[in-house]
């Protein structure tokens, strides 16, 4: 919530939050935590909301792509594993504690790469990051990236990393998802059902190194994941069910 953040719109922003939640009839947010949240810091009854979440479109990221070559436009070895970060490079998005992650993945798993895509003001901050620990070698900071670059890695990608801090909803696993690849989040990424069709982190270094770990430690029964993944997408994720759960939303009103 905004609540909690420290610059001065802030306040204004908290409090219009406060007085929609208050005035609307019934309130849609997109997660369990969301829920929570608002909840706890406005005082939002239950009975006003619903959870209905995003979704996506479908079969459109998933692509006949060859890894090889994806991997040799940043002089990857063809062999090597590849850890996919997309989001903005920013302290919510927790993209430093992944980099702070990569020397113990590394001590284990020599051969893995780790790819961000995204663009924001931490970015120089985790490249500076990971020069000091020794791991400038093996992270590939490509910026904002066009959809086909942003295509191509999703799909040459062995695992996507979700370390988020905070995060009311998490749209980039349900595209992990689509192409059919684990994911890795944090506990405040709840889309993730546990070691069923990904894995949940702490929020801390050592803890998304240890499921980094985990994971490649068997990485074809981890890929399993996505597959399990991508049957829940299709189950609960696309546009279709969510606009049938939001047209009952505002029927209730009627």
């Not at 609540?3 to 007085?19: F, L, N, Q």
């Amino acid at each position: 919530g905004n609540k909690h953040a420290g610059w001065p719109e802030a306040r204004e922003i908290s409090h219009w939050e406060w007085s929609g939640g208050y005035e609307a009839k019934e309130i849609i947010v997109t997660s369990q935590h969301l829920k929570d949240e608002i909840q706890s810091i406005y005082q939002i009854p239950e009975s006003k909301i619903n959870i209905i979440p995003n979704g996506i479109f479908p079969n459109k990221i998933k692509r006949d792509i060859n890894p090889q070559e994806v991997k040799a436009t940043l002089g990857i070895d063809a062999s090597a594993h590849i850890v996919l970060f997309i989001g903005r490079m920013c302290h919510q998005k927790g993209v430093d504690m992944l980099v702070e992650a990569v020397p113990a993945v590394l001590s284990q798993h020599p051969d893995i790469h780790f790819v961000f895509i995204g663009e924001g003001e931490m970015r120089s901050h985790c490249q500076w990051l990971a020069h000091e620990n020794g791991s400038a070698h093996a992270c590939h900071f490509l910026g904002y990236a066009p959809s086909e670059v942003f295509f191509n890695w999703m799909n040459a990608c062995d695992l996507v990393v979700v370390p988020s801090r905070n995060e009311p909803f998490g749209i980039v696993v349900l595209e992990a998802w689509d192409a059919e690849k684990p994911v890795i989040g944090t506990d405040a990424v709840q889309l993730i059902n546990n070691f069923h069709d990904g894995i949940h982190a702490g929020q801390t270094p050592e803890s998304l190194a240890w499921c980094i770990n985990y994971a490649f430690g068997d990485i074809a029964k981890t890929a399993l994941m996505g597959i399990t993944g991508k049957k829940r997408l299709m189950k609960n994720y696309t546009w279709k069910k969510i606009a049938k759960d939001t047209c009952k939303a505002y029927k209730k009103l009627l």
